[in-house]
């Protein structure tokens, strides 16, 4: 699965890279040499991710960070203006910011509702607007957007506005990727997908609101990890560049829901 060795030194930029499955593909693109803009707002956790991939002695990539909200689209501009400025365009973008907020919708509020569609659609499909600008001149370029397993599973309880979101990023991946087919004289970017289930990081306590623990994770069966996903992601990276892996649907041995 060594194709992916082909990507060091271009450019990729991972949304969400403070923490849990964003910083781990940071850290594992970072390591297969590649130019890796990390993108969140707590820029003190980036500082440090960058900190660490340079004392790394593996790998040999580089580490921008770019402090902002994914949900804005001044922030969004300004970051894919640094990365151009410092390296030029971005040959992998990986869609990993997102929220959400357990309630049901009957108790459900407003502005959880709004910002969930706006990190985890809006933000998303801006990214890849932009991302696309410099896309359609390279030999080979690769979109990945972080889904769900909720985006393939309906009726989940408690959790119902974050699952629609991952829906949506569902539908937006297959359109792209039709809409990059149907360009004249066909495309060189890869479109692909990559819906976990219960993966071992913070978002789960503060989807519950801190009602949900790490240590909880253990009580029915152990959650993926992390490096599970970046796995996926260099598994998307590695094949030849005819080949589109579309959607990687993993889930915790046990995961019913």
């Known amino acids: 699965m060594d194709g992916y060795k082909r990507w060091a030194g271009r450019v990729a930029l991972v949304t969400g890279a403070s923490g849990g499955i964003g910083e781990d593909i940071a850290r594992t693109l970072a390591s297969i040499g590649m ?25 040999g990539g580089q580490v ?24 030029g365009t971005v040959d992998v973008l990986v869609n990993n910011a997102g929220t959400g907020m357990m309630s049901t919708l009957e108790n459900g509020r407003w502005q959880d509702w709004c910002d969930t569609l706006n990190i985890n659609v809006a933000a998303p499909a801006l990214c890849v607007r932009e991302a696309l600008r410099g896309m359609h001149a390279k030999e080979e370029a690769q979109i990945i957007n972080l889904s769900s397993i909720y985006g393939h599973r309906n009726q989940v309880p408690n959790f119902s506005f974050y699952q629609a979101s991952k829906f949506a990023v569902r539908a937006l991946t297959d359109t792209l990727r039709a809409e990059l087919a149907a360009r004249e004289g066909g495309t060189r970017i890869r479109v692909g997908m990559i819906s976990p289930g219960l993966v071992a990081t913070e978002f789960r306590g503060r989807a519950s609101g801190g009602k949900f ?5 253990f009580e029915k069966y152990p959650p993926l990890l992390p490096s599970d996903i970046s796995d996926a992601v260099l598994y ?5 560049p005819h080949v589109q892996v579309q959607d990687i649907l993993l889930s915790p041995m046990g995961q019913a829901l």
């Not at 623990?213 to 994770?217: D, G, L, P, R, V």
């Not at 998307?236 to 030849?240: A, V």
Request: net charge neutral; aromatic share 6%.
């Open 35 to 59: 130019k890796v803009a990390v993108a969140a707002r707590r820029r003190e956790r980036l500082e440090a991710l960058a900190a660490d991939c340079a004392a790394s002695t593996t790998g």
């Open 213 to 217: 623990t790490y240590e909880s994770y």
């Open 236 to 240: 998307m990276l590695s094949k030849p």
């Open 64 to 87: 921008l960070v770019c402090a902002g909200d994914v949900g804005n689209e001044a922030d969004v501009l300004a970051i894919f203006k640094s990365i151009e400025q410092r390296w």
